[in-house]
């Protein structure tokens, strides 16, 4: 078989970057190893920064169809358990990923697309050092694809992304996470979401903290009443190793430790276990590209530094590698040189932000005083107008944490007003 | 090419390893092809590829500089994604990364994940010769053996199913038929082994591939100890043996069937023979000291299987004679070759089979899977009883056994075993045949058999009776006497192999991997097998023996030190794979 694009995996990622190949008028095969709509282990969020590319790809009506609650209030807990009530437009809504994935896939097959599903690949073909398709099984059957260009989108866990060298293996951002959906959640005000960021709870000294991360615990509402929710957390392998703990023992470490999950989980109990996955993340966007191929979502380590969250990166992922093929295919040259600019172009849209998430890592999350002024400020000056709330906090961060001669002052600047 | 270096690599002082023409040109061949094409020779080094790497250990093992080392890739268990088992803390991941895999647990130090290798890429010839460089009996083994090393598969361990390793083995050894390589006599020494066993065998077997001429002694009509004697034809078909054996006759070893070595033919063997092995195993069923140990009807268990073996009905031993097919039989004992009585007792037609053992639960020393097929072919098993006494009515004739409950059994304070018994609770078993199988005895007299150039391998040497702990220490013995001879110092490969993390970019997600559908191994229903000798555990088809071999999770691969190495290609000749090892340009060199 010959097609002219391969996009391998069709979550968000893939889906998105099919539809936007497809408008441009390229073939496009989409393939992935699940039989849809499939099951997807993760914190069920798509943030508000999606919207426009829902209502481009006309799922937008669908989706908010399917939302089991909008979020509008982000409850931070620092340190000491104490709280702090971040109240935006529009932070993210929450909908199961095997209905909201599959509406996205649904979309994108709309514009043409051709899809094989239960279709795995398993190497990508190679020939003197340019990507031209893959091989895989379908049906029980050797199949093999070529393509003038392949877009891996198949997840964390991918082979084709580690085949052409590409695998975030820095220790520090590499992370685990566990979730499950309770029943019985008491005490939650609807439309609120609760992030859980407590240097005092974690099982480890301050420089521990600072060298590995923002690790939250989250507690986010599944209904109007929210009664139940989705409830996890995620922590680094070095974090583990440093208390030679499994995620499983790490999480009951704190349900069974922290008031908060006391407060609210008390009563609740969890429905059909804890379920988990790897979530890559990186401290800006890596080189994604290779001879004939471009990687975006989780298999390029596309999750964001402090909130890990994978959809958005994901889905302008592939709106951007779309815009750079079609370059491609015009002048007819898949080398490095001309795929890496969805490389520049991804970095452009995200790094900014993710430097001051990265700034928040490395300066408050070790440093309880630098938080507590963060939540005392986030009392007094409770309203928020961005709509994305990652954006937001990162701003607000920057007012607390002022840059002075290389170093962070905080303290000072807790009437919010910016030099 | 030199299968001494191969197999038995005793480091010399400061001497240089052995040589071999065709390996040479090859390699001055290949270098200076090097040379003329790329970069002065120092700055070339080998690099292997590790997503083609089937991790055998030639390379490992021929390697003059010791430059490569075995990595083994962390098998990524954070999160319950990949497995259905709780999550392990990445620490104990780590430490379990570099203690435990298929290659280590091997007591001969077979590598189990390279012949799977190379079953996967097809290249069942190279998987064989692999097995056999080590391995002299790959057929028995594929058959019989404890198989230790799918204890350690990390698949087994963190995911769901070991690979059968033994199965593929015995796939291997039924499906290929290669001529093996002949042994090179390289040295005037020659060696000696007293015992066709297989301990005898697969000393001979790793001295003749050091070059030495060896010659078996067997007093028996034909070679095989005990497992011709002893294990029972529905777990080892003769000819499988049989198969073993002519390879090693076909590669030149010579075995002299009928040959007894007593006090004086030993010392001619000391005045023709530079060094010589006893391996004559233990082959005298102990005795228990019991009243009535010589009324008829009592016997021990490897005088029973030789009787059965050779197709006897009537038992004639120092006076007893009687019977043994039909009627009631108990069998004493609870280790493997309990089991194998009891079930050939079932097989040769006796009414009810009882087996009675000191142990209880956990401890009973059979393997779990034999008291599984014995449950299952209807036998009873009767746990934490010692015998007390045969009874008889009209002597001397057996009637029955006597058992006491055991209350608790170990050393005591003097270093004997001991059992205690509470003489109040006691049971009696009618039995018109028994069978004591207790353990077993060496000759005595090869006590007194001191001297430099006589050494023990086998049963004879060591308290652990499976075949492949016999293979192992018939294999360390050679490697004993080969340095010994050359007057090097002993050093045993596999003590030095050691396992190595993997870089991160390795790891493994078992959620990417194959799920198993792991083909049942094909075995004969308890009621199909329990009347006739026809062998219980089948062989895979080759459909089958595909999906086993691609489920292997391929945890290790082989790594080149860049720094100590010197470029000489020889892994690269002995590359079973072929397309795995290149010379490349060494990092940081000039190109």
């Known amino acids: ?419 | 090419m030199s299968m001494a270096g191969m197999s038995l690599k005793v480091e010399y002082d400061g001497a240089a390893s052995d040589e071999n023409n065709q390996t040479n040109q090859a390699v001055k061949k290949r270098i200076s092809s090097i040379k003329k094409t790329i970069v002065p020779q120092e700055q070339v080094t080998a690099y292997i590829n590790p997503s083609n790497c089937v991790n055998c250990g030639t390379c490992r093992e021929i390697c003059p500089t010791n430059a490569i080392t075995e990595n083994q890739r962390i098998i990524c268990h954070g999160c319950p994604v990949c497995t259905e088992k709780p999550g392990i803390s990445p620490q104990k991941m780590e430490e379990l990364t570099t203690s435990t895999s298929c290659t280590v647990e091997c007591p001969l130090g077979v590598a189990p994940q390279g012949y799977i290798g190379l079953t996967r890429a097809g290249k069942y010839e190279e998987a064989y010769n692999l097995i056999w460089s080590k391995n002299p009996l790959p057929s028995v083994c594929g058959s019989i053996c404890h198989h230790p090393c799918e204890d350690g598969c990390k698949r087994g361990i963190l995911v769901d199913y070991p690979i059968d390793i033994r199965g593929i083995k015995k796939y291997l050894s039924q499906k290929v038929n290669v001529p093996v390589k002949k042994y090179n006599v390289l040295y005037d020494e020659n060696v000696a082994v007293i015992g066709a066993g297989p301990a005898g065998l697969t000393a001979a077997h790793y001295l003749s591939l050091a070059g030495y001429k060896v010659t078996v002694f067997e007093s028996s009509a034909e070679a095989g100890g005990m497992l011709k004697r002893c294990v029972p034809e529905f777990r080892l078909k003769r000819e499988d043996v049989d198969r073993d054996i002519s390879k090693l006759q076909e590669a030149g070893l010579e075995i002299r069937l009928d040959y007894r070595i007593d006090r004086f033919t030993l010392e001619q063997l000391k005045d023709e023979y530079d060094a010589i092995i006893v391996a004559t195993g233990t082959p005298n069923s102990k005795e228990l000291k019991i009243p009535g140990s010589r009324l008829a009807g009592v016997m021990g268990a490897i005088n029973f299987m030789e009787h059965v073996n050779h197709g006897m009905e009537l038992y004639r031993h120092l006076g007893q004679v009687f019977e043994f097919k039909n009627g009631e039989a108990v069998i004493i004992g609870g280790g493997s070759v309990a089991m194998d009585v009891a079930r050939t007792a079932k097989r040769i037609g006796a009414s009810k089979v009882t087996v009675v053992c000191l142990e209880e639960g956990e401890a009973v020393p059979a393997h779990p899977w034999e008291l599984e097929e014995v449950l299952e072919e209807g036998i009873e098993l009767i746990e934490g009883y010692s015998p007390q006494e045969y009874t008889t009515d009209v002597f001397p004739h057996l009637t029955g056994v006597k058992f006491a409950k055991v209350k608790s059994m170990g050393k005591n304070d003097e270093g004997n075993f001991e059992v205690v018994i509470d003489s109040d609770n006691t049971i009696e078993i009618k039995a018109d045949w028994v069978v004591v199988s207790i353990g077993q005895s060496a000759d005595a007299w090869w006590k007194d058999q001191k001297d430099d150039n006589i050494f023990f391998a086998g049963d004879i040497a060591s308290n652990k009776c499976s075949v492949v702990d016999a293979m192992a220490i018939g294999r360390k013995t050679a490697i004993e006497v080969d340095a010994a001879i050359q007057g090097r110092r002993v050093k045993n490969p596999m003590d030095e192999h050691e396992l190595v993390m993997a870089d991160v970019m390795e790891k493994i997600f078992p959620y990417n991997r194959r799920k198993t559908v792991r083909p049942k191994t094909p075995m004969l229903d308890a009621a199909a097998r329990v009347n006739n000798f026809d062998e219980v555990e089948g062989t895979y088809n080759d459909y089958e023996i595909n999906q086993e071999v691609l489920s292997c999770l391929r945890c290790g691969y082989e790594v080149v030190d860049q720094e100590k190495c010197i470029a000489c290609g020889m892994c690269q000749v002995h590359c079973p794979m072929g397309n795995v090892i290149t010379m490349v340009v060494k990092e940081g060199g000039d190109e």
């Not at chain 1, 995620?234 to 430790?257: K, P, T």
């Not at chain 1, 994901?314 to 001309?338: I, P, T």
């Open chain 1, 1 to 419: 078989m010959k097609r002219q694009v391969v996009v391998v995996g069709a979550g968000p990622g893939g889906s998105s970057a099919a539809f936007h190949l497809a408008k441009k008028g390229l073939d496009v095969l989409l393939i992935d190893k699940e039989n849809w709509p499939r099951e997807k282990v993760c914190g069920d969020a798509y943030q508000a920064s999606l919207y426009p590319i829902f209502k481009d790809m006309g799922i937008y009506e669908e989706m908010e169809s399917q939302l089991l609650s909008t979020v509008r209030i982000i409850q931070m807990v620092g340190p000491g358990e104490e709280v702090a009530d971040f109240r935006t437009e529009h932070a993210e809504w929450l909908i199961p990923r095997r209905i909201g994935d599959d509406i996205i896939r649904r979309g994108a097959i709309r514009t043409g697309v051709d899809f094989m599903e239960g279709f795995e690949a398993t190497e990508l073909i190679i020939k003197k050092g340019q990507v031209k398709g893959i091989r895989g099984i379908y049906n029980n059957q050797d199949m093999t694809v070529e393509a003038d260009l392949v877009i891996i989108a198949n997840g964390s866990h991918s082979l084709l992304a580690r085949q052409v060298g590409i695998f975030n293996n820095d220790p520090s951002s590499y992370l685990f996470a566990i979730r499950g959906y309770w029943d019985g959640v008491e005490n939650m005000v609807e439309g609120t979401s609760c992030w859980i960021y407590d240097p005092d709870f974690m099982p480890g000294d301050r420089e521990l903290c600072n060298k590995y991360a923002f690790q939250p615990m989250w507690i986010g509402p599944l209904n109007d009443e929210a009664t139940k929710a989705s409830v996890g957390c995620c922590v680094s392998e070095g974090l583990l190793r440093a208390h030679n703990m499994s995620i499983d023992q790490y999480f009951n470490y704190w349900l069974e430790h922290s008031k908060i999950a006391k407060k609210y989980l008390g009563n609740a109990h969890c429905a059909d276990g804890m379920k988990g996955w790897r979530l890559p993340n990186s401290r800006e966007i890596l080189k994604n590209y290779a001879p004939g191929c471009m990687v975006i979502g989780d298999a390029a380590s596309c999750p964001d530094p402090c909130y890990y969250y994978g959809v958005a990166p994901a889905m302008y992922g592939g709106k951007l590698c779309a815009d750079v093929a079609e370059k491609a295919f015009r002048d007819n040259d898949f080398s490095e040189e001309k795929l890496s600019e969805f490389h520049v172009k991804l970095g452009e849209l995200f790094n900014p932000a993710w430097k001051q998430y990265v700034s928040i890592r490395d300066n408050i999350v070790g440093d309880r005083e630098a938080y507590r002024d963060l939540i005392r400020f986030a009392k007094e000056k409770p309203e928020y107008p961005n709509i994305d709330f990652g954006a937001t906090f990162g701003e607000y961060m920057a007012v607390v944490l002022k840059k002075n001669e290389g170093k962070f002052e905080y303290g000072s600047q807790l009437t919010g007003n910016e030099e």
